[in-house]
């Protein structure tokens, strides 16, 4: 875990977490080491942008596309009917054996989840999704991107919002501007719709450290 809290450091995640490089360090020196966790901070005060921002594809930063302007809106949740949880105590956290969920191409959020649920494993959220890029970044391939939708948008009279978060690499088309084009970008998908190209990442477990 040691190479984790080192990579965080050399991007200066710690700066956007308002932490000093010793207490990144000494979260990963006390974290259980499973050799496949995830080590992840259980508060971010920055925004989704700045986050993107150290995500890199062939040298080019990431992005939020302009219509999830309301990213930070969205609550951790799990379980087959996405309730609301609360991260494990402390702050940082430990995500075990974190998965691309290659085996969901094509599937649904909705149907994945109910998989993922039944054998007893968690999808993984947002800023999850995005610390994992900053320790693989390998693991985000062209046609083999993923979605997170441990991240709902809770409504005010129940239910959730329809989208579902999603990490891919960007054509460059539309409003996100030839500019962007190959940069990783953090979007959206519908709840009910399959995508062949897009998995849905998932983990064992998570665990206070």
């Given at each position: 875990?040691?190479?984790?809290?080192?990579?965080?450091i050399?991007?200066g995640?710690h700066?956007?977490?308002?932490?000093s490089?010793?207490?990144v360090?000494?979260a990963?020196?006390a974290q259980?080491?499973?050799g496949g966790?995830?080590l992840?901070?259980?508060?971010v005060?920055?925004?989704?942008s700045?986050?993107m921002?150290l995500?890199?594809?062939?040298?080019?930063?990431g992005?939020?596309v302009e219509?999830?302007?309301?990213?930070?809106?969205?609550a951790?949740?799990?379980g087959?009917?996405?309730?609301s949880i609360?991260?494990?105590g402390?702050?940082?956290?430990t995500v075990?054996d974190?998965?691309r969920?290659?085996?969901?191409?094509n599937?649904s959020?909705?149907?994945?989840?109910?998989?993922?649920?039944?054998?007893?494993r968690?999808p993984?959220?947002?800023?999850e999704?995005?610390?994992w890029l900053y320790?693989?970044?390998e693991?985000?391939e062209r046609?083999?991107c993923?979605?997170?939708?441990g991240s709902?948008?809770?409504?005010?009279?129940?239910?959730f919002?329809a989208?579902?978060?999603a990490?891919w690499i960007?054509?460059?088309?539309?409003?996100d501007g030839?500019?962007n084009?190959?940069?990783?970008?953090?979007?959206?998908?519908?709840?009910?719709?399959?995508h062949?190209?897009?998995?849905?990442?998932?983990?064992a477990?998570?665990?206070?450290?």
């Amino acid at each position: 875990m040691n190479e984790q809290a080192e990579r965080l450091i050399g991007l200066g995640v710690h700066e956007l977490l308002g932490q000093s490089e010793e207490q990144v360090r000494a979260a990963a020196a006390a974290q259980a080491d499973d050799g496949g966790g995830l080590l992840m901070p259980a508060s971010v005060p920055c925004s989704y942008s700045d986050l993107m921002a150290l995500v890199t594809h062939g040298g080019k930063p990431g992005f939020v596309v302009e219509d999830f302007t309301d990213a930070a809106d969205f609550a951790v949740t799990g379980g087959a009917n996405s309730d609301s949880i609360l991260l494990p105590g402390g702050e940082w956290y430990t995500v075990h054996d974190p998965q691309r969920g290659d085996e969901f191409a094509n599937a649904s959020p909705a149907e994945a989840l109910e998989a993922i649920s039944a054998v007893g494993r968690v999808p993984l959220t947002m800023i999850e999704g995005i610390f994992w890029l900053y320790q693989r970044p390998e693991l985000l391939e062209r046609n083999r991107c993923f979605m997170t939708i441990g991240s709902r948008k809770p409504k005010a009279r129940g239910g959730f919002d329809a989208r579902t978060p999603a990490l891919w690499i960007s054509n460059g088309t539309g409003r996100d501007g030839a500019a962007n084009r190959n940069a990783p970008k953090l979007g959206w998908c519908w709840w009910n719709n399959r995508h062949t190209w897009l998995g849905i990442a998932h983990a064992a477990a998570r665990t206070a450290i």
